[in-house]
């Protein structure tokens, strides 16, 4: 009940981090408002289920129509809500929306669908197995604010597709996003209590994962993560968690500078760096280190931060002053212990007080924060090592391990490398990117999360997996029921011999020894 309390005093505002006007003010959702829509959601599910995959992908194919129709004015509302540049919408959250729909509209049926299972065990071979996908049936959803339509969108596509009812907890500082992701999903025919918004904090988010979910997908902190890991313990809820990262950036001694400084560039300042894969930590073979910390430093200079409506912006501001704060302590921390400001470093307060300069740094060590926490940031921490099996020991030397980056003229080293890092994906000679391959898995080992969401594995995250099996003989007493005795411990071993034995003659004594079971009939 102290819950309830503390809900309903609840405010949050959805405000442009570039410019401080609000754009918005919500009451947060009630206790009992959110048990209310849960009632909703699961009255509505059956029905939903029951339509069937093909015509809820038609509902999909509608969707994709028109948030291709609504592009620029759902990325522009992105921008003002998030703060990142207007093309980076587009890109990362539009784009990326666009092709999960695709996804699920050419695959869903194929991945849903029931499955045959053969029975290689000879005694099981009168049997007909079938994997069958079942709804969990109300999914919720809380979702962070860097990512405030794709992550919500991604996720909630796989759970409607998958015929479940959706409940979604966005971040407090991008409601406006997810209530716009309900809209279109209305719009194109999904009924409104299959796909349910209800906003609020952190203790809304708690609220929903004591109302009566079947499965959280939660995206976020780490240490936000471990009390949603508590809480859904207290009553086995199963949970998917997309946490953190601190995804390391190997730079191998055949690298093609050019072309890799401007990928970390890239790779550090995208979203100013709020992203959960974004490079946090990069590691440059001695030989090209101090030429790739030339070539970062200039093409950081270039990079033009600004509000994200400005077409020419390239970073935009951090999604507010605490984030900024929390940058700026991880920062003076690298800087107290020793590490090269090579520029940035600073606030732009001119700009506003969200706005921090791209940084990069060097002669970074693992004994600073810049090395070990998330900084969330628009900061590349750079640091030389001297052979392979350094970097991935670097590289592996963290509680996190959600995405990783290796970098080379030759592919299969750095594919050889990948396979030794300690991630949920790796990608050579790119970062970041992964998210909008909508056919890849997403998610991270160790601290950064259990579960997977995009692609098949995402979608296999959304159902309930039965088996389903069926004799053919339903008239026949099955040879192992009861009525045990020496004659069937006999032909038991014979059988074991039939299918086992190593060696051929041993098989034949066994099938004979086993045959009469075939005439057994159960003596109970
Ligand atoms: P956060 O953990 O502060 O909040 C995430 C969501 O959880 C918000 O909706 C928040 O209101 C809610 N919440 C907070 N406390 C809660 C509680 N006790 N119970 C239930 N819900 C609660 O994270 P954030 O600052 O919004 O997002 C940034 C973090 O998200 C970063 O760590 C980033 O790496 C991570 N992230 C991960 C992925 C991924 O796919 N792995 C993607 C994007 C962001």
Same mark, same amino acid.
């Given at each position: ?66 948030? #291709? ?10 921008? &003002? ?26 695959? /869903? ?23 069958? &996908? ?15 339509? $794709? ?111 401007? /990928? ?60 900024? &704060? ?9 800087? $107290?212990? /020793? ?31 810049? @090395? ?10 750079? @640091? ?42 790796? @990608? ?7 998210? /909008?391959? $909508? ?14 969401? #995009?692609? &098949? ?68």
């Amino acid at each position: 009940m102290a819950t309830d309390v503390q809900i309903a005093v609840c405010k949050v505002v959805s405000a442009n981090p570039a410019t401080g006007e609000i754009l918005r003010e919500f009451e947060c959702t009630t206790q009992a408002q959110v048990h209310a829509a849960l009632a909703r959601a699961r009255a509505a599910q059956p029905d939903w289920n029951e339509r069937g995959v093909r015509k809820r992908i038609a509902i999909l194919r509608e969707f994709q129509r028109m948030l #291709h129709e609504k592009k620029s004015e759902i990325a522009r509302l992105i921008t &003002r809500e998030a703060g990142k540049p207007y093309v980076e919408a587009l890109l990362t959250e539009i784009l990326v929306v666009l092709d999960a729909t695709r996804f699920y509209v050419d695959n /869903g049926y194929r991945l849903l669908r029931e499955e045959r299972v053969p029975h290689g065990n000879l005694a099981m071979k009168a049997k007909a197995g079938r994997i069958v &996908r079942e709804p969990y049936g109300v999914i919720g959803i809380i979702s962070p604010w860097n990512y405030p339509f $794709s992550i919500p969108a991604t996720e909630g596509l796989a759970a409607l597709v998958a015929g479940n009812a959706v409940v979604v907890k966005p971040s407090e500082f991008t409601s406006l996003a997810a209530l716009e992701l309900a809209w279109l999903l209305h719009e194109a025919g999904v009924p409104k209590h299959v796909f349910q918004v209800v906003i609020g904090d952190g203790a809304v988010g708690a609220g929903l994962i004591n109302a009566d979910i079947d499965k959280l997908v939660f995206t976020g902190s780490v240490p936000t993560g471990k009390r949603i890991a508590q809480a859904a313990a207290s009553r086995l809820l199963p949970v998917i968690l997309e946490l953190g990262g601190k995804d390391p950036m190997l730079v191998l001694n055949d690298a093609d500078v050019e072309v890799v400084s401007s /990928g970390a560039v890239w790779g550090a300042f995208v979203n100013a760096g709020q992203a959960c894969l974004s490079v946090e930590r990069c590691y440059v073979h001695r030989s090209l280190y101090e030429p790739f910390l030339e070539a970062c430093v200039g093409k950081t200079r270039q990079l033009r931060v600004g509000d994200g409506m400005a077409a020419d912006t390239d970073v935009g501001p951090l999604i507010h002053e605490r984030q900024v &704060r929390n940058v700026e302590s991880d920062v003076e921390d690298a800087r $107290s212990h /020793g590490a090269r400001v090579l520029t940035g470093g600073t606030r732009l307060m001119e700009l506003g007080p969200n706005f921090y300069a791209p940084t990069v740094l060097a002669d970074v060590t693992h004994e600073m924060r810049i @090395m070990r926490d998330e900084t969330f940031g628009p900061v590349l921490p750079v @640091m030389p090592f001297d052979s392979d099996e350094e970097a991935v020991r670097l590289a592996n030397d963290s509680e996190y391990g959600l995405a990783a980056s290796v970098w080379t003229r030759d592919r299969a080293r750095g594919e050889a490398i990948a396979r030794r890092i300690q991630a949920g994906t790796v @990608m050579v000679n790119d970062a970041v990117s992964c998210f /909008g391959i $909508s056919e890849a898995p997403h998610g991270g080992v160790k601290a950064s999360g259990v579960g997977r969401t #995009h692609g &098949r594995f995402g979608l296999d995250e959304m159902v309930r997996i039965k088996y389903v099996d069926s004799d053919r003989l339903p008239g026949v007493k099955k040879v192992w029921w009861y009525g045990y005795g020496q004659a069937f411990t006999r032909q038991m071993e014979g059988f074991l011999d039939l299918q086992f034995a190593r060696n051929w003659g041993q098989r034949l004594r066994g099938a004979l020894r086993s045959a009469g079971v075939y005439a057994r009939k159960g003596k109970v």
